[in-house]
Structures are given as C-alpha cells and as structure tokens.
C-alpha cells in the first residue's frame, strides 16, 4: 500500500512563492499519473495540476501559468512550485496519484493534505 506525504504548506504572502513535496512510500514510476488537488473552506476540491503518464501536463486557468507540477523519480518525490501566490490560493493541498496495477486497472492514492495561507 502506498503512503502519500505531503509537506511544505504553511503561510504565504501575496506575490511569493512556496513549493509543496509529496513523498512517496516506495517508487514512483514515469508511469504513474500525478496530480495535486486543492479544497478552500466551504468550496469543492478542485483539481490544480495534473502529469499524465505520458509526461505531459496540465492546469486549469485559475493556476496556469503560476504553478508547475514536476517529479523527482530518484527522491521518490512529486512537487508543486506555486509562484506570483494570490490568497484565493488558500487551501489545504492534496497530492494524489493513480497507478495501474496489473489485474485491477487504475488505483487511486491520496494524501493527507497540507495547508497553505496567503495572506499580507
């Protein structure tokens, strides 16, 4: 069973910059698909970054252009480097990954979550 890690939330300030990691138990592979969610208090969880297993990325319009998801496969360690930080950023960040297991098809594991504050 996988273990997900967040860390690296904590305050901010509007225009700075913080990058959150997301360790994993055991290997991450290129295979794997990667995203980091993000839920504000009193919102739905939002989908924030995804890398598709074929490398590629994605983000919605809220974020583009001002954060980037990226992977460390010999620190077992997924990211997300969040620049130009507004305060509508403030969420607790999940990471999440899917990865297909021979037999079962696509499996889904989850984070605890870390919380990040942008403020002044």
């Known amino acids: 069973q996988l273990q997900l890690v967040e860390s690296g939330g904590g305050p901010g300030e509007p225009g700075g910059s913080l990058t959150l990691s997301c360790a994993v138990s055991g290997w991450l592979y290129n295979a794997d698909r990667m995203h980091w969610y993000r839920q504000a208090p009193g919102k739905q969880r939002e989908l924030v970054a995804i890398k598709t297993e074929n490398g590629d990325t994605n983000y919605p319009d809220s974020v583009k252009g001002r954060f980037t998801i990226s992977t460390d496969n010999d620190k077992n360690t997924v990211y997300l480097h969040m620049n130009s930080l507004k305060p509508e950023d403030t969420a607790v960040y999940y990471c999440?990954?899917?990865?297909?297991?021979?037999?079962?098809?696509?499996?889904?594991?989850w984070g605890q979550g870390t919380r990040v504050t942008v403020s002044s």
């Open positions: 999440h990954l899917q990865r297909l297991v021979v037999g079962i098809g696509w499996t889904d594991y």
